[in-house]
């Protein structure tokens, strides 16, 4: 009996440790390991495009480096946050991180109730619905460099702008307003990208079940009352979304003062993201321009997960 006993612990054993084996396995490929499969080109699409140059930053940050000509090997010595030290004591890093808080004032709150009031506006439409969808989505497939041209002949000197406001137009004029400038862009960016946060709203409207509105209705509550109880509450996801994207978004902006005027009128319209270019292509210094862009990685980090938090709660 003894000798039988001995016999059969093994094979006890193994068949208690083939289940574990087999959760540790299931725990790290998951219920489905054909959607690690068929995942895994785009894993390494973001390894080598994004990891791989962000990591590369990282280390440029902290190192005293600089081009080369091909094959010439140079030494680059570490340096500490010295080069974080020489961009917060630079006041043009300075003004261009004020720049990109106020542009972040404007669009984001912009942004949002301009996509959630037209989505409402385009929920209730009955006729046309389509075509609406089409004409709000168009500036946001339209090339930046085509719809800043128009803006470029409407904003100058003797833009259409101008003349329609006559007398009370700025002096200087737009483009060349250190106080307009940026707002000016900030509203763009808001336009161009408006149909893309419109449909989104619009989707998250459209899947709120009726009978909420019923009864509130019902309950006597005014569109007010509906507005605050029911559709914000609904909509609150697609919001942090919004918010989420659009602070993303203020962090990326290069195109546009780029384009309008090159970061002025006197570092008016100046970013982050147009100063890591000047400073890492335009003057030679790719580990000044890798310690702003780790700024501003943090800066955007931050500043997400506060918005989070505002617009989530307690379920962020």
């Known amino acids: 009996m003894s000798t039988l006993a001995r016999a059969d612990r093994p ?11 087999g959760r540790r396995l299931q725990r790290f490929f998951g219920e489905n390991p054909i959607g690690l499969l068929l995942s895994s080109p785009y894993v390494a699409f973001v390894a080598v495009v994004f990891l791989v140059p962000f990591g590369f930053g990282i280390w440029m940050s902290f190192h005293d480096f600089f081009f080369t000509a091909p094959g010439v090997a140079a030494e680059h010595p570490f340096v500490g946050f010295e080069n974080f030290a020489a961009v917060l004591a630079d006041p043009q890093v300075r003004q261009a991180f004020g720049n990109l808080g106020l542009f972040l004032v404007i669009n984001v709150p912009l942004t949002v109730v301009l996509a959630l009031v037209f989505a409402m506006g385009l929920d209730a439409v009955v006729h046309w619905k389509g075509f609406f969808r089409v004409s709000y989505y168009i500036p946001y497939v339209t090339a930046s460099v085509a719809t800043l041209t128009v803006w470029i002949f409407m904003f100058n000197g003797p833009g259409v702008v101008n003349q329609l406001l006559g007398s009370l137009a700025p002096d ?21 990208n408006l149909g893309f946060f419109i449909l989104l ?14 009864a509130a209705e019902m309950d006597g509550a005014g569109a007010w009352q509906r507005l605050r109880a029911v559709t914000l509450p609904a909509v609150r996801p697609v919001t942090s979304l919004v918010v989420l994207l659009s602070i993303i978004t203020t962090g990326q902006i290069f195109t546009e003062p780029y384009l309008l005027t090159g970061g002025g009128p006197n570092g008016a319209s100046m970013t982050p993201a147009l100063l890591v270019y000047q400073k890492g292509i335009q ?16 800066v955007v980090m931050v500043v997400s997960l506060v918005s989070r938090r505002l617009t989530e709660g307690k379920n962020a």
């Open 283 to 298: 003057q030679g210094q790719p580990d000044i321009a890798a310690a702003i862009g780790m700024i501003l990685v943090v």
């Open 11 to 21: 094979a006890r054993g193994g068949d208690t440790a083939s289940p574990r084996r």
């Open 172 to 192: 200087p004029t737009w483009l060349a307003n250190q106080g307009l400038i940026m707002p000016l862009i900030a509203v763009y960016v808001t336009w161009k």
């Open 201 to 214: 709203y619009l989707a998250a409207l459209q899947n709120v079940p009726t009978e909420l509105h019923e």
